[in-house]
């Protein structure tokens, strides 16, 4: 099987803690994930709320300088796709994408958007909880600033992908209003379905649909089910039945958010994934469908709109 992730923290913990990408103690490692056929793993750096200007851009630049150092000595193994014609063409069982969580690694400064395209930067998250430069996360109903919607255009006319994961419901709106590609909820779930903040409204998840933008169901116990405890497969299946039932089959895609926070034992190590992948077909879905959720949707927006 296959699979494209569109985010996990690794590169916080491993980072943090001096850890290989091959390790025991995480949930991702690259010897996990070279037991399937081709996994697409986007590599979040996160940048945390209390962290802005110089701080922001040092603690970016040290977590780059880790990710790159690593995709080095893994080559044998793993390649850095930098855009989606790199991606296309790449042959290793596991292709890394890099990504920010977290628009202050701009620092308030434009001219970054191009700067860290440049260094390979395929997707980026505007906020992540709090407050930024560029607007609002999901801890107040706050809008975009005139930067963030500025920022939005420039990563547009970059070939860098909008992430909405995070953004206040007031952020969503401005980010529609200013966007004319497509826009990704990296790992987000329904929040029909769990009555999570972080999680995407019934008509947000239909501008993803009409934008042909992507949708990647999030592993996190808390965002799964009202009832963390309850989290497992057969919850995170109701987000997958909910989202198609609004028209959300070339959308849905997978964002664990791996190693950035709890989730449940059924999928506790990224292996699991493929029984997740097994769950599903036993639920009667067609494989061509499990395919596009685990793969195909993902592999073909970033192909097409990362330059």
């Known amino acids: 099987m296959k699979a494209f992730d569109m985010h996990c923290d690794t590169l916080l913990g491993g980072n943090r803690n001096h850890w290989d990408l091959v390790n025991d103690q995480m949930h991702i490692s690259l010897d996990k994930l070279g037991a399937f056929e081709h996994y697409v793993q986007c590599f979040a750096i996160f940048i945390p709320d209390q962290f802005r200007g110089q ?58 958007v191009k700067l860290l395209k440049e260094q390979g930067v395929a997707m980026m998250t505007l906020t992540w909880n709090g407050p930024n430069e560029l607007g609002c996360g999901t801890s107040k109903n706050e809008g975009l600033t005139d930067f963030g919607k500025a920022a939005i255009k420039e990563m547009e006319k970059v070939g860098m992908l909008v992430d909405l994961s995070h953004i206040s419901d007031a952020g969503f709106d ?119 959720i685990f793969f195909e949707n993902a592999n073909r927006v970033f192909q097409e709109y990362v330059l």
């Open 55 to 112: 701080d922001a851009i040092d603690f970016y630049d040290r977590t780059f300088a880790y990710y790159k150092a690593q995709t080095e000595k893994y080559a044998d193994r793993m390649e850095w796709a930098h855009n989606g014609k790199e991606l296309a063409q790449a042959k290793k069982p596991i292709t890394g994408i890099l990504t920010i969580e977290g628009g202050c690694a701009l620092a308030g400064d434009i001219s970054r």
């Open 174 to 292: 401005d980010a529609c209003s200013v966007a004319t590609k497509p826009l990704i909820a990296s790992h987000s779930n329904s929040r029909a379905v769990c009555g999570h903040i972080r999680n995407v409204t019934d008509e947000q998840f239909k501008e993803y649909v009409k934008r042909g933008g992507l949708v990647g169901l999030n592993y996190s116990k808390d965002f799964i089910c009202d009832d963390p405890e309850k989290a497992d497969f057969d919850w995170l299946y109701r987000h997958i039945e909910h989202f198609l039932s609004l028209g959300g089959e070339k959308v849905v895609a997978l964002g664990s958010d791996f190693d950035g926070t709890h989730v449940p034992e059924c999928l506790s190590s990224v292996e699991k994934n493929a029984d997740f992948y097994e769950y599903l077909l036993k639920k009667n879905l067609n494989e061509d469908l499990v395919r596009d």
